[in-house]
């Protein structure tokens, strides 16, 4: 504490204060490029992955409802036993999701 007070005495508290400010600066760069910006860069990776895996799935989701859509129309055209034993597939792997409507309508 003793050193402070001399160098605020030799240089003035503006001079000392904007040192201390300057090094206070100097340290979180440091700090953000060595320990922050490589963690950002990984789960920005990790992101990416994600929304492939996201556009993949949602494409899988769209071809899976033309499908179903194309056998729901023709349903109609089927016999009674085999537009029975249809429904009752169609129902047993309906999507439960709210957002995503499985059935067409």
């Known amino acids: 504490m003793n050193n402070f007070a001399d160098w605020v005495n030799q240089y003035g508290f503006p001079i000392v204060a904007a040192v201390g400010l300057g090094y206070f600066i100097y340290y979180i760069w440091v700090w953000?490029?060595?320990?922050?910006?490589?963690v950002?860069?990984?789960?920005?990776?990790?992101l990416i992955a994600l929304v492939d895996r996201i556009r993949m799935l949602d494409n899988d989701m769209i071809r899976l409802n033309s499908k179903l859509s194309m056998v729901l129309e023709h349903q109609s055209k089927i016999d009674k036993k085999r537009r029975e034993e249809l429904e009752e597939i169609v129902a047993r792997y309906q999507s439960k999701s709210e957002s995503f409507n499985s059935t067409g309508k």
């Open 32 to 38: 953000a490029t060595t320990k922050v910006k490589p």
């Open 40 to 46: 950002i860069s990984a789960a920005m990776g990790d």
